[in-house]
């Protein structure tokens, strides 16, 4: 059994997190990818995040119909900073029979070094990092500290290649307090959900 994870604030969920998601799974022939909510990310301790509640039901509003997409509750349940180790090491347990593959950005991959206990995460799963038009991944010399050289040619072979798009979370929310229309962003239940809650009228562009 193959396991994508994907964490994220998801706030909201939209369609890039969607088109990433799928775009893992039929490259890398996962049976599943758990998307994963974080509850206080590390790199956003001091950004003011929306309800976990409501950010949970957008997911599963967004997940609703996709069997191979899944809702992970651990870092929510958790009383602490969302370190991706603490996931990882659960989901190993969780799933002691499956390969694990840890989807994460370019950008993410360059600063991985710098997590919290990145080898023991490499030690654990792949990441699997998911690239723009077509492009390869470049020199990882820079990973040579916290990851065998197993794992190097592991990661190499699990690139994921998406096409770019440009919807973000932030553009979202921008656009609802601006009062512009998200339409095609992200699925209409979301919308629905966001315009009954009435969420992001007033929001923090950097969050």
């Known amino acids: 059994m193959k396991i994508g994870i994907y964490g994220g604030t998801f706030d909201p969920v939209h369609f890039g997190h969607l088109l990433l998601a799928e775009s893992a799974r039929e490259t890398l022939r996962l049976d599943q990818v758990l998307f994963v909510p974080a509850r206080i990310p590390p790199h956003k301790q001091d950004k003011s995040l ?45 799933y002691s029979d499956a390969e694990l593959f840890l989807l994460m950005g370019e950008d993410m991959l360059r600063i991985f070094p710098k997590w919290y206990l990145p080898k023991r995460i490499c030690e654990l799963c792949t990441p699997a990092v998911i690239g723009r038009d077509g492009n390869e991944i470049g020199d990882l010399d820079f990973l040579a500290e916290i990851a065998s050289s197993e794992t190097l040619e592991k990661i190499r072979a699990s690139r994921v290649p998406m096409p770019s798009v440009a919807f973000s979370s932030t553009a979202i929310r921008a656009a609802i307090a601006d009062r512009k229309s998200i339409r095609y962003h992200t699925p209409d239940a979301v919308i629905h959900y966001i315009e009954e809650r009435g969420l992001y009228k007033s929001s923090l562009f950097d969050r």
């Open 50 to 94: 929306t309800d976990e509640a409501d950010r949970v039901a957008m997911l599963k509003l967004a997940l609703e119909g996709n069997p191979d997409f899944a809702l992970e509750m651990f870092e929510l349940e958790q009383n602490q900073v969302s370190y991706t180790v603490h996931t990882v090491e659960f989901l190993s347990q969780k």
